[in-house]
């Protein structure tokens, strides 16, 4: 998974438990599932902005000239899932977690249709923000509510369901995209349709109970009772019951002595150093996940497609569909690597990986400039008062080529016969592109024609499964291994808010940093970005396979160091 959520790591034996259990009683899966559409919201309002972004461009002019617009567009879901994600916890504690779901629903449904019938790009802007809203509270509740109405023995395994129909989500959207690039108000289809799964998230969750231990923190017994015996065979039930208020009266004792205010629980956190120490590891990997560029494939893979030459839409689409489905395939393998191997290892094993990967993908951007087909001077069958007229004052036109062309802001027609060969550089105008596409010619806005396009496609899957299977995953699975138990809430928390935050800063940069750096540039400033990321994992974050939460915290209250930095035997010896 890529974006502020959570991920619940369950035991190996948990799954085969999960559907015993929901065989036995489909009522937990019905709550879970119901829950969890949340999660699918999640990934495709998540997604589904690549693809229609494209057909957004080609609608309003205004967008595919001013790059720092389609950021924008782009980066305020973001902006609204910070927002989210800070009210969500408080209004799930205030007024239940089926309340919020309900309103982040109520705010998907909203954003989607605002989306779909905008008139400007305003509109998208302001239907962008209502979605990241959502986005954000479901990031919060959705898990939380699947976690409280599960049976302790299967929770990992339920909980996991959300993580994985997020990435599911973020696969839904790459095929819908593609199934609406040949009809009718493309981009208004594929973000309006997220309304459906949000209709039908509200209308089953009207008839679900609110969540057993928010009503007990409620002192409403009975009625948590009462939804704890549809959950548990009778014999349990009692049990847990008791269980329920062993935990709620240890939570409140906590609060009670940490203080029950966001700014009592954050300087009692802050004046810990285990929680500091903690933090530190926690917040290195959530900003070094998101600045390894994974939202900006995620985000702008068909952009980044169309970058490497692959020019029509619905090719740069398809050929994105790999990289969501390789992301999902990721979030599975690494369930069963991430006991075996341990998280820190996975993680710096996938940041090399992610630093070879785009230190390949830059060199491949920057064979494909420098091979890019030069521009012919004439060309009988074009307008010749459409030429580009930088090109035409330009003091040495025959230096250049394609990608000379598009960096003066205007449009690349390919050759008649071989998309390789000398095509024409002309005004960057609906024109000059209906009259490039009259010839049956390729018209080139964002890359050139390339030999090397098939490359920068394989290096991007290579780069996604580097990616999801360690720094995809294991910075959630961290998170809620690092902090001590009375802390873990505003850990984790603070966290993910830096997560959102470097998703925003990445995302509402990225066009401008290629319009700037050029493609190459980019992908070798985040190789940098991932670099340094691997020395601060190297360093600061320790290893929290199969420890004890007791173990974890007696190592933060030592102080982690790794063995290159460890001294003498016998201070070794204590780390071993």
């Given at each position: 998974?890529?974006?502020?959520?959570?991920?619940?790591?369950?035991?190996?034996?948990?799954?085969?438990?999960?559907?015993?259990?929901?065989?036995?009683?489909?009522?937990?899966?019905?709550?879970?599932?119901?829950?969890?559409?949340?999660?699918?919201?999640?990934?495709?309002?998540?997604?589904?902005?690549?693809?229609?972004?494209?057909y957004?461009?080609?609608?309003?002019?205004?967008?595919?000239?001013?790059?720092?617009?389609?950021?924008?567009?782009?980066?305020?879901?973001?902006?609204?899932?910070?927002g989210?994600?800070?009210?969500?916890?408080?209004?799930?504690?205030?007024?239940?977690?089926?309340k919020?779901?309900?309103?982040?629903?109520?705010?998907?449904?909203?954003?989607?249709?605002?989306?779909?019938?905008?008139?400007?790009?305003?509109?998208i802007?302001?239907?962008?923000?209502?979605?990241?809203?959502?986005?954000?509270?479901?990031?919060?509740?959705?898990?939380?509510?699947?976690?409280?109405?599960?049976?302790?023995?299967?929770?990992?395994?339920?909980?996991?369901?959300?993580?994985?129909?997020?990435?599911?989500?973020?696969?839904?959207?790459?095929?819908?995209?593609?199934?609406?690039?040949?009809?009718?108000?493309?981009?208004?289809?594929?973000?309006?349709?997220?309304?459906?799964?949000?209709?039908?998230?509200?209308?089953?969750?009207?008839?679900?109970?609110?969540?057993?231990?928010?009503?007990?923190?409620?002192?409403?017994?009975?009625?948590?009772?009462?939804?704890l015996?549809?959950?548990?065979?009778?014999?349990?039930?009692?049990?847990?019951?008791?269980a329920?208020?062993?935990?709620?009266?240890?939570?409140?004792?906590?609060?009670?002595?940490?203080?029950?205010?966001?700014?009592?629980?954050?300087?009692?956190?802050?004046?810990?150093?285990?929680?500091?120490?903690?933090?530190?590891?926690?917040?290195?990997?959530?900003?070094?996940?998101?600045?390894?560029?994974?939202?900006?494939?995620?985000?702008y893979?068909?952009?980044?497609?169309?970058?490497?030459?692959?020019?029509?839409?619905?090719?740069?689409?398809?050929?994105?569909?790999?990289?969501?489905?390789?992301?999902?395939?990721?979030?599975?393998?690494?369930?069963?690597?991430?006991?075996?191997?341990?998280?820190?290892?996975?993680?710096?094993?996938?940041?090399?990986?992610?630093?070879?990967?785009?230190?390949?993908?830059?060199?491949?951007?920057?064979?494909?400039?420098?091979?890019?087909?030069?521009?012919?001077?004439?060309?009988?069958?074009?307008?010749p008062?459409?030429?580009?007229?930088?090109?035409?004052?330009?003091?040495?036109?025959?230096?250049?080529?394609?990608?000379?062309?598009?960096?003066?802001?205007?449009?690349?027609?390919?050759?008649a016969?071989?998309?390789?060969?000398?095509?024409?550089?002309?005004?960057?105008?609906?024109?000059?592109?209906?009259?490039?596409?009259?010839?049956?010619?390729?018209?080139?806005?964002?890359?050139?024609?390339?030999?090397?396009?098939?490359?920068?496609?394989?290096?991007?899957?290579?780069?996604?499964?580097?990616?999801?299977?360690?720094?995809?995953?294991?910075?959630?699975?961290?998170?809620?291994?690092?902090?001590?138990?009375?802390?873990?809430?505003?850990?984790?928390?603070?966290?993910?808010?830096?997560?959102?935050?470097?998703?925003?800063?990445?995302?509402?940069?990225?066009?401008?940093?290629?319009?700037?750096?050029?493609?190459?540039?980019?992908?070798?400033?985040?190789?940098?970005?991932?670099?340094?990321?691997f020395?601060?994992?190297?360093r600061?974050?320790?290893?929290?396979k199969?420890l004890?939460?007791?173990?974890?915290?007696?190592?933060?209250?030592?102080?982690?160091?790794?063995?290159?930095?460890?001294?003498?035997?016998?201070?070794?010896?204590?780390?071993?």
């Amino acid at each position: 998974m890529v974006e502020g959520g959570t991920i619940s790591k369950p035991d190996k034996t948990e799954f085969g438990e999960c559907w015993k259990t929901t065989w036995k009683t489909p009522y937990i899966m019905r709550l879970a599932l119901s829950a969890g559409i949340g999660g699918l919201l999640f990934g495709y309002d998540t997604g589904v902005i690549s693809g229609a972004l494209l057909y957004i461009r080609e609608d309003f002019g205004q967008v595919d000239r001013k790059t720092w617009l389609q950021e924008l567009i782009v980066s305020m879901a973001v902006a609204g899932a910070i927002g989210g994600a800070a009210i969500g916890g408080w209004i799930s504690d205030k007024f239940g977690r089926k309340k919020s779901i309900l309103l982040a629903d109520g705010l998907f449904a909203a954003g989607a249709l605002v989306m779909a019938f905008a008139p400007a790009p305003w509109i998208i802007i302001l239907g962008r923000v209502f979605v990241g809203l959502g986005v954000g509270m479901a990031s919060m509740t959705s898990p939380l509510y699947i976690s409280e109405a599960s049976p302790a023995r299967i929770r990992g395994a339920l909980v996991s369901t959300n993580g994985l129909l997020i990435t599911g989500g973020q696969f839904l959207s790459y095929l819908i995209n593609l199934a609406f690039t040949k009809t009718r108000w493309t981009w208004r289809w594929m973000l309006g349709i997220a309304a459906v799964p949000a209709f039908v998230q509200l209308v089953l969750m009207l008839s679900l109970p609110e969540s057993p231990r928010w009503l007990y923190r409620q002192n409403k017994v009975e009625e948590a009772r009462s939804i704890l015996e549809k959950i548990f065979p009778a014999n349990e039930a009692n049990d847990e019951m008791n269980a329920l208020k062993l935990s709620v009266e240890a939570e409140k004792a906590d609060e009670h002595a940490i203080g029950d205010n966001l700014i009592q629980k954050l300087k009692g956190a802050l004046s810990n150093v285990v929680v500091r120490r903690g933090l530190y590891a926690g917040i290195t990997v959530q900003v070094a996940q998101q600045f390894s560029g994974i939202n900006t494939v995620m985000y702008y893979s068909p952009t980044i497609v169309q970058f490497a030459g692959f020019a029509s839409n619905q090719t740069a689409l398809a050929l994105s569909l790999i990289t969501s489905g390789l992301n999902a395939i990721g979030s599975i393998i690494s369930m069963a690597l991430v006991d075996r191997y341990g998280r820190r290892r996975l993680m710096l094993v996938s940041m090399a990986g992610i630093v070879l990967c785009l230190v390949s993908l830059s060199i491949i951007f920057l064979e494909a400039a420098s091979h890019a087909p030069k521009i012919s001077r004439f060309d009988i069958n074009l307008n010749p008062n459409g030429t580009c007229p930088s090109y035409i004052s330009a003091p040495k036109p025959s230096s250049w080529n394609c990608m000379s062309c598009l960096k003066a802001g205007c449009g690349f027609c390919s050759n008649a016969v071989n998309e390789y060969s000398p095509g024409t550089c002309m005004e960057l105008t609906t024109k000059q592109r209906d009259s490039c596409r009259g010839q049956y010619r390729t018209w080139y806005k964002d890359g050139c024609p390339s030999e090397f396009g098939f490359l920068a496609v394989v290096f991007l899957g290579l780069y996604i499964l580097s990616y999801s299977p360690g720094m995809g995953t294991v910075p959630w699975i961290v998170n809620s291994e690092i902090y001590p138990l009375r802390y873990r809430g505003i850990g984790g928390g603070l966290a993910a808010v830096s997560n959102w935050i470097s998703n925003l800063i990445v995302s509402l940069t990225f066009l401008s940093l290629t319009k700037a750096l050029g493609s190459a540039g980019t992908f070798f400033l985040f190789a940098g970005f991932c670099i340094v990321g691997f020395s601060f994992i190297y360093r600061l974050v320790p290893e929290t396979k199969g420890l004890q939460i007791e173990e974890v915290e007696k190592m933060l209250e030592t102080g982690y160091k790794p063995k290159l930095f460890r001294g003498k035997p016998n201070e070794r010896a204590q780390f071993e």
